[in-house]
């Protein structure tokens, strides 16, 4: 639905700058469905891998919204549900969406046959001449955009597996298996179920390269970020190498959790009678 939304609300605000040539219209256009996109696709995955759980408090004093206690992480970080997020999107929905993408353009062909047939004068010495004329007529429409959906669906295909790779590292591998069949069913969708295109000479790819450039620069500070905060890869480091006696991780999950004194629970947040284990005073 936010996709459909950021689509018009894109059309509608370049359509407001009044742009000279249709090449700025279409960079312009490019660039705010992509930023649009790009908030729709990756927010999820930018709040589990640096906000979620970073701001919960601590038992005696949780930050609270609405009396209500932020989602926590477990013991061993976010970066499991990162990696299980990541792997759905590149697995799953790569899977549907390949899916869908045959399954839609068939469909609507099928639907523009019979609205074709229905309406046609079915003469047979019309039918003799035209014959092919008429089949391509009931091919899908290319459409004013072309091939932008596919770069689309490339280009935030690039960010999953680079901006996140480290949580993730056979994201490129299920990627490269996706585009290998996405290539043939793509031909096969362009060939059956669309009429031919008018070709258009252009220099370059335009201003996806600008894109692509700029998430390649992003990439490299999420993922220094995924390791450094989202990760237990460098506390794990520090206590291996000045904590532990045997300089192994051994004892590092009970070196990374706190005491806490359950009396210093706020009475109306203190756990329920039945959850209390007796002469149990602290926690971790």
């Known amino acids: 639905m936010f996709s459909q939304l950021y689509d018009w609300l894109a059309v509608r605000l370049t359509e407001m700058e009044l742009l000279r040539t249709q090449t700025e219209f279409e960079d312009s256009l490019t660039l705010k469905i992509y930023l649009f996109q790009f908030v729709n696709f990756y927010t999820s995955i930018f709040y589990i891998a640096f906000l979620k759980g970073k701001f ?3 038992p005696s004093k949780y930050n609270r919204i609405f009396k209500y206690r932020q989602e926590e992480c477990s013991p061993g970080g976010c970066l499991m549900e990162l990696c299980i997020q990541l792997a759905i999107i590149m697995v799953g929905k790569q899977a549907l969406n390949s899916v869908l993408e045959m399954i839609v353009p068939y469909l609507m062909k099928m639907f523009n046959t019979f609205t ?3 309406g046609l004068q079915k003469k047979e010495e019309d039918m003799k001449y035209c014959n092919q004329w008429t089949e391509d007529y009931k091919l899908l429409d ?5 091939l932008f959906p596919e770069y689309l669906e490339m280009v935030l295909q690039y960010g999953f597996v680079t901006i996140f790779v480290a949580a993730f590292p056979l994201a490129p591998f299920f990627a490269l298996l996706n585009n290998v069949l996405e290539m043939r069913l793509d031909a096969k969708k362009f060939l059956r ?4 295109p008018v070709p258009h000479r252009v220099k370059s790819i335009g201003v ?3 894109i692509l450039d700029v998430i390649g620069r992003i990439s490299v500070i999420t993922n220094a970020f995924i390791i450094a905060f989202s990760s237990n890869f460098i506390p794990r480091l ?7 006696a045997n300089h192994t991780d051994e004892g590092f999950l009970e070196h ?9 629970f706020q009475p109306e947040f203190e756990p329920k009678a039945e959850y209390k284990i007796a002469n149990l005073t602290m926690c971790r």
């Open 142 to 146: 290319w459409g004013p955009r072309g």
């Open 193 to 196: 179920f669309y009429r031919r």
């Open 238 to 244: 520090v206590y291996m190498s000045t904590v532990s």
């Open 56 to 58: 919960v408090g601590y």
């Open 256 to 264: 990374s959790l706190a005491y806490f004194n359950i009396s210093d």
């Open 208 to 210: 996806w390269f600008r």
């Open 116 to 118: 074709i047939k229905t």
